[in-house]
């Protein structure tokens, strides 16, 4: 094979490798090469807002579209028809039995919600620690950290979540410590959860919720609610002000057939 042959074989090998290498970087490995040209590192906290902001949204969108849930639940749900359109819709309080009250099927709904929500944030939370990290050290920093520990405090209005951790970071110039991160979140999903909680103690124990009264005191959140024909009834809560929306079965008091 003549010389220059060989040169254009060498030169198609070398960009099938770099190729490879960009494959592998961006599809294989948790490296985002983007991330070295968005590494605004002046702000700490921003940065981890940046990082976490858009992935966190959309684990609050899987909870409100599955009702509460992260995935679609596939038992004790009612199939729910809307529009041409079928949803599996938990039962928060259900019982067997005629007459009897409904029994909870989530009792502290509002502490489920939050460990739910933490099983899927922290991962991402330990991970975007480890990026910033390595943010600095590309920025000439020797870094010194451990571990991040991730908590939810949540409000009527919001939820926070809170990162606490010991990073230093030092240069030529100077040494910086990091401890403690908040990033607020601005979802009512706490708010609907403690008002479902709220109808079920109600339901439990009555039989009934007066959610027109309800309405009548607060104006925060709407409340609608459908009667099937067994029976259930389904709750409809949006919040007013987010547009935020679940639903959730009720079976309590039954009556039989004819009475």
């Known amino acids: 094979m003549k010389k220059g042959g060989q040169l254009t074989l060498l030169v198609i090998a070398g960009i099938v490798a770099i ?18 040209f968005n590494e605004d590192i002046s702000d700490p906290n921003l940065y981890l807002e940046s990082c976490l902001a858009g992935d966190i949204s ?6 409100l579209e599955n009702n509460f849930y992260y995935e679609e639940i596939e038992e004790n749900f009612f199939l729910y028809n809307d529009e041409d359109e079928s949803e599996k819709v938990p039962y928060l309080c ?7 009250p409904c029994i909870n099927q ?3 709904l509002p502490a489920k919600l939050k460990q739910d929500l933490l099983d899927e944030i922290i991962p991402l939370a330990e991970n975007c620690w480890l990026k910033m990290a390595a943010a600095y050290e590309r920025n000439g920093y020797v870094v010194e950290t451990d ?27 100077e040494t910086e410590a990091f401890e403690a991160f908040e990033i607020q979140i601005d979802s009512h999903i706490f708010n609907l959860a403690s008002l479902a909680t709220e109808i079920v103690n109600f339901e439990s124990t009555l039989c009934e919720f007066d959610y027109i009264n309800w309405m009548n005191t607060y104006n925060d959140i709407f409340i609608s609610r459908y009667r ?15 547009d935020e929306e679940i639903k959730f079965a009720i079976k309590t008091c039954v009556l039989p057939a004819g009475t």
């Open 147 to 173: 571990g991040i520990e991730v908590d939810i405090v949540s409000r009527q209005e919001n939820f926070e979540i809170q990162l606490e951790g010991n990073m230093k970071i030092t240069s030529t110039e």
């Open 228 to 242: 099937a024909g067994d029976q259930t009834k389904i709750y409809t809560l949006k919040d007013r002000y987010t």
């Open 94 to 100: 259900k019982v067997g039995e005629f007459y009897s």
């Open 106 to 108: 989530e009792p502290n």
């Open 19 to 36: 190729l490879l290498a960009l494959i592998y970087v961006l599809v294989v490995s948790d490296y985002n090469i983007l991330d070295i």
């Open 58 to 63: 959309e684990i609050v969108n899987s909870f």
